[in-house]
Each structure stands twice: as C-alpha cells, then as structure tokens.
C-alpha cells in the first residue's frame, strides 16, 4: 500500500525561528512529491518536485527532494505568524494512477509572536 | 491565474435530502478534476477522480450511488451527496488539473457540509 508519512504531526515557534517539515514516503511508480500550504480553505500549491538534489525555493520557503532515502523536506526560515497553516506532502505516481494526489497527515504548523 | 471556486461553500440540509456541490475552473479548462473530503485537522482523503465526458473513478470504500459526480464540461464538475445522513457531514474539497501532462492540482476553497 502507498504510504505518505509527514513529521513532526504538530509544531509550535516563535516568530523569526526556522523550521524544517519531514515528508518520507513508500510508493510504488512514484513520479513527483508536492507541497501544500493550507490556511482556512484551500490548500495552495506551494512547490512540486521531481528531481533529486535540486532545491526549489520561494521566498523564505525551500524544498529539496531525495529520491534515494524516499523523503523531502520543506524549510521556513524567519518565520512569521502567517507560515501559521497546515503543511500536506503529497505524492504523484506513475502508470494507472497517474495523476492521483496521495497525501500525508499533515503538519500543524503555529507560530507564535 | 489557476482559479478553482466551489459553491456553495456552505451548506446545512436535512437528512435524507440531496445536496449538490459545484467546482469550476474559472480561467482555465480542466481535463480532470478530484473530489477530496476532509475531516477536522486531518489530511485530504480523495474520493474520485473526475474526467470530462466520461465516467468518474472512485476510490475504494467510496460508495458511487452514494456521491454522485458528473464532469460535463471542461469547467465544471459537480458532486452529488444523495439521501445525505449526519455521518456525511464534512469539508468537501474539489481541485482540477489544468492538463493532462502536469501534476499540479489547484483547490477550490471548499465545502462544509453539515446535515442535522
């Protein structure tokens, strides 16, 4: 069975710290990883990913996939109270699947002043 | 650009009645779209997968006569919650696939559905 597993489930900061999102995942035909940041409603695309080694970034927010150990990681640097939202990892896969979204639990993330 | 909107974002009906959820795309067709639910802090739980003209996909343990979706233009897709009971009360989220050739997804904002 595909499974997606994002960690920590929950964090807690101050704003200005940095903070680093786990995503492991055990797919079969895997074809990309996504990242999603959801507030109140919509989750919105943040970054998706298909190479390993290459970083993508946006602002204060980097992703890098590892295709060999099987996990990404998302960062935020100086983080402020509106990085406070649901972080999801979301995996693609190959084949008879294509184009299905598989998604971890998620991270809380909440950011304090 | 990438706008997905959903109607009505909310909803309380009765059991045993029928409520219909739209999502368009608004400046973009969409080949496929995706019917997700979403329980309080938890992760998105995909129900279908929707493709224009054809007959939607529907995970395992997601019950068709139940949720009824139909995919009639590449800017609209509907599901159908059919004699809803207060188990299915939710957040149902819809996203579409701009084409068939990238994995983005865009989301719609939502649906809280609640049957008393």
Partial sequence: ?113 | GAVVSQHPSWVICKSGTSVKIECRSLDFQATTMFWYRQFPKQSLMLMATSNEGSKATYEQGVEKDKFLINHASLTLSTLTVTSAHPEDSSFYICSARPDFFTDTQYFGPGTRLTVL
């Fill in chain 1, 1 to 113: 069975e595909d499974k997606v597993v994002q960690s920590p489930l929950s964090l807690v900061v101050h704003e200005g710290d940095t903070v680093t999102l786990n995503c492991s995942y055990e797919v079969t035909n895997f074809r990309s990883l996504l990242w999603y940041k959801q507030e109140k409603k919509a989750p919105t695309f943040l970054f998706m990913l298909t190479s390993s080694g290459i970083e993508k970034k946006s602002g204060r927010l980097s992703s890098i996939l590892d295709k060999k150990e099987l996990f990404s990681i998302l960062n935020i640097t100086a983080t402020q109270t509106g990085d406070s939202a649901i972080y999801l990892c979301a995996v693609t896969l190959r084949g008879t699947s294509y184009g299905k979204l598989t998604f971890g639990q998620g991270t809380i993330l909440t950011v304090h002043p």
